[in-house]
């Protein structure tokens, strides 16, 4: 039997096993706090019965995802405190389990083909692989959206292929669009947390006095001054679980655009679907509150910037409630009804909220 981490987004270290229990730790790596993200995968396990023990605080609420293709996930529910237990069938020689449903970068590549996007390179990275992005139309009203810029937060992806989705069927005019799906490309492919990374992470590389140390945040940065940046949308997953990290938020980042925030928030509520992980607007993170508070992201760089009409994070959590609980399905929907809003905004509100 083979447990490892050998696969993109891969993240586990076997401290030791006993019998049928085997004890394993998350990989901090290059990240400054206790961050809970893992992944791993068990081969050559067929009709055996293991338990998994976990440090305080890895698992989700319905246990872990599970995968045999990296593709399809489930809860596989059975959590018991910081373990879980699994019985591999007599055909499973290799099953993932992950601390939430991974976002492959596979994925977004056949997504952006079946919908006839081009992907080309949009930067290279510290690592030296090429940066993905994809471009849509053109005109004045220029928008950047992008997801990843902590690499284990993959709910974002979903959401981001979602916007795409309902986006295409009918695009703005005057309108183009930048989309980076993976800002931390390299520690997505690694299965880094990205987290508060040394000496700090992708989402706070956004100082206007300092120059960005990351490729893909420069690229971005460049773009916006030679395209501008009328709205800004960043997707993330908020922190492990419990309180405001089970909700769907939009992370206000100013008092000024508060009438705006509202603006879009009445909209996308009116845009959920029974399909979709739901989003209430009463569930914004206020600004100034809690960890909310200026600092160099993505969100605040560029609503700070003099043609933006708003830009901000979109926190969707990696398990949600039980009467509101995630799949793959329903947060590729949040995006569908995200974009909705959006479009309302840009026809109902544009220019016409003061700050």
């Known amino acids: 039997m083979k447990i490892h981490n050998e696969f993109i987004g891969g993240n586990i270290k076997v401290v030791k096993r006993e019998g049928n229990d085997v004890y394993l730790e998350n990989e901090l790596r290059d990240t400054e706090w206790d961050w809970f993200y893992w992944a791993f995968c068990v081969e050559g396990a067929k009709g055996q019965t293991l338990t998994f023990h976990f440090q305080p605080i890895r698992l989700g609420y319905w246990g872990p995802a599970i995968s045999h293709d990296l593709k399809s996930w489930r809860w596989l529910g059975g959590r018991d405190g910081d373990s879980f237990t ?87 005019a005057d309108t183009k669009i930048l989309c980076v799906p993976f800002v931390d490309y390299d520690g997505v492919i690694e299965g880094d947390q990205g987290k508060a990374r040394t000496p700090h992470d992708h989402n706070r590389d956004y100082d206007v006095n300092i120059p960005s140390i990351y490729p893909s945040c420069a690229a971005i940065r460049k773009y916006a001054d030679e395209n501008g940046c009328n709205y800004a949308f ?49 569930n914004d993170f206020p600004f100034m509150f809690d960890w909310n508070i200026p600092s160099a992201n ?44 959006f ?9 016409k909220l003061p700050i």
Do not use: W
């Not at 922190?239 to 996308?268: C, M, P, Q, T, Y």
């Not at 479009?343 to 220019?351: A, D, I, T």
């Open 86 to 172: 699994y019985t591999f069938g007599e055909d499973e020689d290799k099953v993932y389990f992950a601390h939430d449903m991974l976002y492959h970068p596979d994925r977004f590549f056949a997504f952006a083909k079946e919908k006839g996007l081009t992907t080309e390179k949009f930067c290279i990275s510290r690592k030296g692989r090429s940066l993905p992005c994809v471009k849509l139309g053109q005109g004045a009203r220029s928008v950047i959206v992008a997801a990843r810029h902590h690499a284990c937060e993959a709910t974002g992806n979903y959401v981001l292929e979602g916007f795409l989705d309902e986006y295409l069927k009918a695009p703005l």
């Open 234 to 282: 960043d997707f993330h997953s908020p922190g492990h679980f419990g309180a405001v990290n089970d909700n769907e938020s939009i992370v206000r980042n100013s008092f000024e655009k508060e009438k705006r925030f509202d603006a879009i928030g009445k909209l996308f509520e009116a845009e959920m679907t029974e399909r979709s992980f739901k989003y209430y607007r009463k």
């Open 298 to 341: 993505f969100g605040a760089y560029m609503a700070k910037r003099s043609e933006n009409e708003i830009a901000f994070s979109l926190e969707t959590p990696y398990f949600g409630s039980e009467d509101n609980k995630v799949s793959q399905e329903n947060i590729v929907e949040v995006g569908r009804c995200f974009c909705r809003a």
């Open 343 to 351: 479009k309302r905004y840009v026809s109902e509100y544009e220019g």
